[in-house]
């Protein structure tokens, strides 16, 4: 009897699931493509394989992103580290664990500002043994969503990868964003996430909180964190609009100073405590200012304590400087040049 056998460009033993490597040879010697036809290629057989490879989406996006309509084909440097990270991948790939159903699951799930990932594994003594990986890039739309939107869609895309091994069983969801315990409780849902929560009722699931220092195998995608998913958020220091045109610097100093008037302001620590403890309300409660209605259902990233107010606004704005005038007074007042020219010279001088 034999001891393992190839089917559909898989290896397929006692120990696991393994790539065939008559199948991924080829891929050592494969050229860089010189076209789009040639790139298709080598996505069809990398994503033939993506499942052995944990973080596909985020490797694969310099690539994916020649494949759109209006893209100019120019092979990058990011291109090329991409294309050599993908062979690397196809011609390394680990032994994928066969699954136990009488062992319990357990879905790792992450997403980042461009794509999303996530982990099966079930525990086998003190060992866990990784039954599949899965990413996806996100599309444009999806790239606009705020943080927890997006770790809701990732959590329910994975869910939806996994379910033929899910489906019927008691598993646990492992997520570095903390937000997403309290899925299941959230009050009237709307739109997009009600119709999400409606697809997970068929799912019986619970939702653990990791911390990311140990969230590592399905944060290969290098997401971005955010405290809470006010808005979009790809950094954690943030930047005060000061125009439409660009935005000013915030000074070290003035954000030392804003932290800690922010810790000392007792409506903000009610956020912080709506953030660190949890469940946000629906409503916030009548009986605190119209300022703090405003930033609870705005969901601002930089809360500004009443003493700060006036350096931060000091900081974005000002004299716009010679470079300046023509691109703000040209487009309002055409000829504003002639006319300061008019009322100068009609000015008497001392």
């Not at 999806?142 to 091994?165: N, S």
């Not at 570095?176 to 309290?182: F, G, I, N, Q, V």
């Not at 954690?236 to 070290?252: E, K």
Request: proline content about 5%.
């Amino acid at each position: 009897m034999k001891r393992k056998v190839a089917y559909l460009g898989h290896i397929i033993s006692e120990k696991g699931i393994a790539t065939d490597p008559s199948k991924t040879r080829a891929v050592k010697e494969w050229q860089a493509p010189s076209c789009v036809s040639e790139l298709r290629q080598l996505l069809g057989l990398a994503s033939y394989y993506r499942k052995f490879d944990n973080g596909f989406a985020s490797n694969a996006a310099p690539l994916h992103r020649l494949l759109e309509g209006d893209a100019e084909w120019k092979w990058t440097e990011d291109c090329q580290v991409a294309f050599d990270a993908l062979k690397h991948q196809l011609t390394s790939a680990p032994i994928l664990a066969n699954p136990v159903f009488r062992l319990r699951f357990l879905d790792d799930v992450d997403a980042s500002g461009d794509g999303l990932g996530a982990v099966l594994s079930q525990k086998d003594g003190s060992k866990e043994r990784v039954v599949a990986y899965a990413s996806r890039s996100l599309t444009k739309p999806e790239r606009r969503y705020c943080v927890t939107r997006r770790e809701m869609l990732g959590l329910v895309w994975a869910l939806r990868e996994f379910r033929p091994y899910l489906y019927g069983q008691r598993f646990l969801v492992r997520t570095d964003h903390s937000c997403l315990r309290w899925l299941r409780n959230f009050k009237e849902p709307e739109g997009q996430v009600a119709r999400w929560l409606e697809s997970l009722a068929e799912l019986d699931f619970e939702v653990k909180h990791q911390p990311g220092r140990l969230h590592g195998n399905a944060d290969a995608l290098s997401r971005t964190s955010c405290a809470q998913c006010g808005r979009p958020m790809k950094s954690s220091m943030c930047a005060v609009r000061a125009a439409p045109s660009g935005s000013a610097i915030v000074a070290q100093t003035l954000r030392d100073q804003l932290l800690a008037a922010q810790q000392a302001d007792p409506e903000i620590q009610l956020l912080r405590q709506w953030v660190t403890s949890g469940p946000w309300p629906t409503q916030c409660p009548h009986e605190y200012s119209r300022d703090l209605k405003m930033m609870w259902q705005q969901g601002l990233i930089w809360i500004v304590q009443e003493d700060c107010r006036l350096s931060v606004a000091a900081s974005g704005n000002g004299h716009i400087g010679v470079a300046g005038k023509d691109p703000v007074w040209q487009p309002i007042c055409p000829g504003i040049d002639g006319l300061l020219y008019q009322v100068d010279s009609r000015i008497p001088s001392y």
